[in-house]
Structure formats: C-alpha cells, structure tokens
C-alpha cells in the first residue's frame, strides 16, 4: 500500500480574488476576453524582458489583491515561483510587496504547488491570507531554454510556445468563492525522454501518475469532475496523457482537456501549444474561475505539470523528469442560478482591453 | 527494478516516437533549396559586380569582400528582425549559407546587449557561433599538418 | 548561364541542411559546424577547387566555402613557411569574414533591441 500523497481540506479554503494578465498574442488566443488585462507590447514598458516579466507579476499580484477586496496589510504570505534562474521575477516582485515570501520552484505546475501549500498553510490555521502567483515570459524563456529570439531556425513541430502571462489568486480562511477540497502532491516522474523540445511527452507520465494517485486516494473516477485540466501537455502530451491512462484502465472522456492545447487559435503557429508557468496560471485566473463563480462548472481538477530539467542538465545527457500536482476546486454556487450570476457579476468585473 | 525501469523507458521512447506527427519534408526542403539558392545568386551577383567595377582586383579579394557583404546584409536583417522570419520559412536554406554564421553572431548580440557590453555582447556573442571557429581552425590546424609531411 | 549552377549546387547543399534539421533533429550549431567541417574535408583532398570552378558563389557562400578556406590557407602557409604556415594560414584567409561578422554584430548590437516572434 502506497502512502497518501492526498490532502484533504476540512476548512476548504476560499479562493477570493484573482486575476491575470497576458502578452498580445496570448490575447488573441482561444481565451483571450477572459483575461484581465492584456498587455499592449511585449516588453510592457520595461527595458528587457525579465523587468516585463517581474512586472506582471506584480500587476497581477496587485490585481488579485483588488479583486480579492482586501488591503494589502491584511494578505500574511506570498507563494510564488517562475522558471527563470533563481526564481528572479518571482522573488524580485516580492521586493515590492510587505509581506513574507516562500519561493518554490515547480517549473510549469508552479500555480498548484502554490495553491496546494496556501491551502495547506490556511486549512491548519497557521495563516489567514495567502497569494498564489506565477508566471512567465516568452523571450526571457526561450533566452534561457533555446536560442536568442533573432535566430533563424525552425521549430520543431512537437515544440511548446512559452506563454507570455502571469496569474495570481488570493486564499483566504473565509470569504466567498471556488473552494479548495483537495490537493494531491506529485512525485517526480522521468520516462527517460531527452529530448528538450518535447516537453508534452516527458510531463505526461507524470500527469498519469498523479492523476492515477489522485483517484485512488480519493475514490473519484474522471466522471465525478466537470472539468479535469492538465497544465501544458500540449496537442501531443495529452494524447499520450490519454493513452496512458487508458492503459491504467481509466478513459478520460470530453471533460478532460489541455491548457497548453486549448491556448492559441490554430492559425497562430504555435505547433503543440503553449507552456509555461503562465499558461495554466493565466487560463485558471481567468476562465476556469469565472465558470467556477458561475457555477457552470462545480468540480474541477486542476493539475498543471513541470518539467524540472535545466539547461545544463540536459546538455549533460540527462533525462528530463516531469512532476505534477493536483488541486480540486468546488464551485461555491448552489442552483439558484439568478442570484448566483449576479453575485459572481459583481465579484468579476473584466476590465476592457487597454 | 532498475531494469524493468530501462525497459520501460525504451518502451515509451519508442511509443512517443511513433506518436510524433510526422510533417511532410517536402515543403521544407523546397523552401530550403529556394532560399539557399537565392543566397548564393545573390553572393555570386555581389562577386560580379565587384570584379565588373574593379577588374583589376584579385579574385581571392573579390570573395572576400563578396562575403563581407553578405555579413553584413544578414547582420542588418538580424538587427531589424527579418532574419529569424526567413529562417522560419526557409530553415537549412538560411542557416548554412555564411549569412546563417552572421545571423548565429549577431542574434545573441543583440539578445544580451541588457547584461552590458562587455558580458553581454561580447561575451555572448559567441555562444553559438563559437564552435564553428573552434572546429574549423582546429581541423585546418591538422590538415595543415598533414600537408607538411606529404 | 552559370547562374544556373550556381543556384542548383548552393540551394543542393542548403537543402543537405535541411535534411539534418528534419532527420536527426540537430540544431543550427551543429549544422554549422558540420560543414564548416566538411568544407575543411573537401579542401583536404582536393574536391573543392574543382566544384568550385563550376559552383562559383554555390559552394562559396554557404559555410562549405568558409571551412575550404580555412583549409586552404593552412595547406597553402604550410608548404610555403612550414608549420607556423598551419597554425597562421587558416586564420589568414578568414580573417576579413570573422572580423566583419563580429565588427557588424557589434555595431548592430548596439543599435538594435531584440524583438519577439509571432
């Protein structure tokens, strides 16, 4: 018998604000109303890219706090991360801010390892408020993953377009909104693949066997959840994420999807989709929490993946492991749907397109 | 265990490989082989209109200023971002002729210039382009060599 | 005419390396390297000055020609003025190629700000 990686909430903490914030061509994607605010140029007024980067982080650090209609003072803890080095963006946003800071580094499955600990810190009173956030940038990582922007090469069609976004949510003990029933805490997963531009195929054995621990420690099968979404699998990686649970003996049917998959429109060149931290952070900001406070969608497992390799491991002939962690998020809306809607109308504005 | 691992490893490099859309290599290797020749046209344009200005000029000069010519071209394109639009369309066909070498140095020129002139461009500018002076001298080095005793 | 031949051999060779980007998923520094190395080859045993003769700008413009030359210096310094002739040679040709991409990419660095793809 395998130990619990399952936590389950008794206090299910609130998810009171949130917000996020995007690149230009993540706006004319599939999800592109649905974001808070969409940034007019890459570079968003900063001199290099890592200065943009750390800058959306703190807009939607800032916006999540106003969404959340809480002061500053009152947030006890900041959980953060990104994929750049020494977690830059993450901790020099943090410069800004006066409260305490925890980076983690969970690459791309960074916004569910945060809420997963938020959740954990408020569920056993240790904290009242907590802010999840992530990010990240398209230049800043493919400076540091691939080749310089100006390079004229040619991606190959398994390759993942790094999202340009930040996503930040706020936890609290009370309040009202989507609340936090479980966390499942994955293991590092490597299947031995090498190669860094098939990012979809090295994580998707590591969504398998989260998900695989997450329905045996809770004894849910895929058909309990409106909505089961995996981080940034890409079109190919949650192919793969499909048959291997098939093999596992379970069918993920219409319910389940890919953010990296469902991110840009076909006509954007984007070959299997987008990745990133901000892929699954920007798209459950936004989307996915606006159908939570709707009450469209009333369970949702949400489960972004990582990939945990670093340049220099992988020039070193290292494989690349993946990790995943899960979160089930509970729509607080019961069926009087009138009142319902009004309420979450009120608690999400979007604002127009600046 | 550690072997079922390996197995099992194999097993899914295999099946992920198969999984793998498999594009149609003609389009791009057209695409290749038009721009790759193209550039060389262009080259050898350049090449003749020096020697129809200044005939007097040896052809190993002629080259050599041909060559210059077309680094720059492809330093300016890298610098305005048109450069990395034709290596998508083109791949190969704009990566082996020389301005594919002058786009390698520039790009990350221009990609670090944040970290500063002297650990930024300079010290960047050869992180791809690097091991192509590398190899190059060091195997001119040994057929040089060579020569000396046959 | 020779235009033709030209355009033939140079879009040929480019389109060898495609043919690496597509089949062994090789990235653009190694393709550079591997010609550069293959010119140096073919200089070594005496091909390149014959395709060169039909090929012209062909198989000068691509990186082939770069590592011909270099080659060709070391060989040529080497018989004139013995084994400092291999380690001075190579470098000799190239130089005004290697100087004008590091003198462009400096200047262009400083001018430019790298852009984002779409």
């Known amino acids: 018998m395998k130990a619990n990686q399952t936590v389950k909430f008794k206090n299910k903490p609130v998810i009171i604000g949130s917000y996020s914030i995007v690149g230009p061509k993540e706006g004319k994607g599939n999800f592109g109303p649905y974001f808070n605010y969409v940034i007019k140029d890459d570079s968003f007024g900063e001199d290099s890219y890592e200065k943009a980067e750390k800058k959306m982080l703190v807009s939607a650090i800032v916006g999540a706090i106003e969404d959340a209609k809480i002061k500053p003072n009152d947030v006890n803890l900041l959980l953060a991360g990104d994929l750049l080095n020494q977690i830059i963006s993450s901790s020099y946003a943090a410069r800004n801010f006066n409260f305490a800071f925890l980076g983690l580094f969970g690459a791309c499955s960074t916004m569910a390892e945060s809420m997963a600990i938020g959740a954990s810190l408020i569920d056993g009173h240790q904290f009242d408020t907590v802010v999840c956030s992530t990010g990240s940038h398209f230049c800043t990582a493919e400076r540091q993953f691939r080749f310089p922007l100006e390079l004229g090469n040619q991606r190959p069609p398994t390759s993942q377009w790094t999202v340009t976004g930040a996503g930040a949510c706020v936890l609290s003990s009370r309040g009202y909104g989507p609340r936090i029933s479980m966390a499942t805490f994955g293991k590092v997963i490597d299947f031995g693949i090498k190669d860094v531009n098939d990012m979809g195929a090295a994580m998707a054995p590591a969504a398998m066997d989260t998900m695989m621990a997450h329905f045996r420690d809770t004894d849910t099968t895929p058909d309990d959840y409106d909505l089961i979404v995996t981080g940034d699998l890409g079109k190919l990686g949650s192919e793969i994420l499909i048959d291997l649970m098939e093999d596992q003996g379970i069918k993920l049917g219409l319910n389940y999807n890919d953010c990296g998959q469902m991110y840009y429109t076909r006509n954007q060149n984007t070959l299997s989709g987008g990745s990133g931290c901000g892929c699954s952070a920007t798209i459950f900001n936004s989307f996915i929490m606006k159908k939570l406070r709707d009450g469209e969608y009333k369970k949702v497992l949400f489960m972004p993946t990582g990939a945990l390799m670093s340049t220099t491991a992988s020039q070193q002939g290292e494989t690349i492991p993946g990790i995943c962690h899960a979160i089930v998020i509970e729509s607080d809306v019961v069926n009087n749907k009138d009142e319902d809607l009004k309420s979450s109308k009120k608690q999400y504005k979007i604002k127009k397109h600046k | ?150 | 005419m020779y235009y033709l031949w030209v355009f033939l051999i140079g879009g040929f060779i480019c389109m060898l390396g495609e043919v690496l980007l597509i089949y062994t998923n090789i990235t653009s520094a190694r393709i550079l390297v591997t010609f550069v190395l293959i010119g140096v080859l073919l200089q070594a045993f005496g091909i390149f000055d014959p395709i060169s003769q039909i090929a012209r700008a062909g198989i000068n413009v691509p990186i082939i020609g770069f590592g011909a030359s270099l080659a060709k210096g070391a060989i040529m310094a080497a018989q004139s003025k013995g084994l400092i002739g291999a380690f001075t040679g190579g470098l000799e040709t190239t130089a005004g190629g290697i100087a004008a991409a590091i003198l462009f990419a400096f200047i262009f660095a400083l001018i430019f700000r790298s852009k984002t793809k779409s």
Not at chain 2, 47 to 71: H, R, V
Not at chain 2, 110 to 125: L, N, T
Not at chain 2, 126 to 131: D, E, L, R, V, Y
Request: charged residues 15%; hydrophobic residues 45%; proline residues 5%.
């Open chain 2, 1 to 150: 265990m550690q072997v079922d691992e390996k197995k099992r490893n194999e097993a899914y490099n295999r099946y992920v490989k198969a999984k793998i859309p498999k594009t149609k290599p003609w389009p791009s290797l057209f695409n290749s082989f038009l721009v790759g020749g193209i550039i060389c046209c262009l080259g050898q344009g350049i090449n003749d209109l020096i020697l129809i200005w200044f005939p007097n000029m040896s052809e190993q000069t002629a080259w050599a200023y041909t060559l210059i010519t077309l680094i720059f071209i492809a330093a300016f394109l890298t610098g305005i971002g048109i450069y990395d639009k034709i290596g998508k369309f083109a791949g190969g066909g704009s990566i082996v002729p020389i301005t594919g070498f002058s786009n390698s140095i520039t790009s990350p020129a221009i990609e670090f210039k944040h970290e500063g002139i002297i650990y930024g461009i300079c010290v960047k500018m050869f992180t791809i382009a690097g091991p192509v002076i590398v190899c190059g001298v060091v195997s001119s080095i040994i057929v040089g060599i060579i020569y000396l005793f046959i």
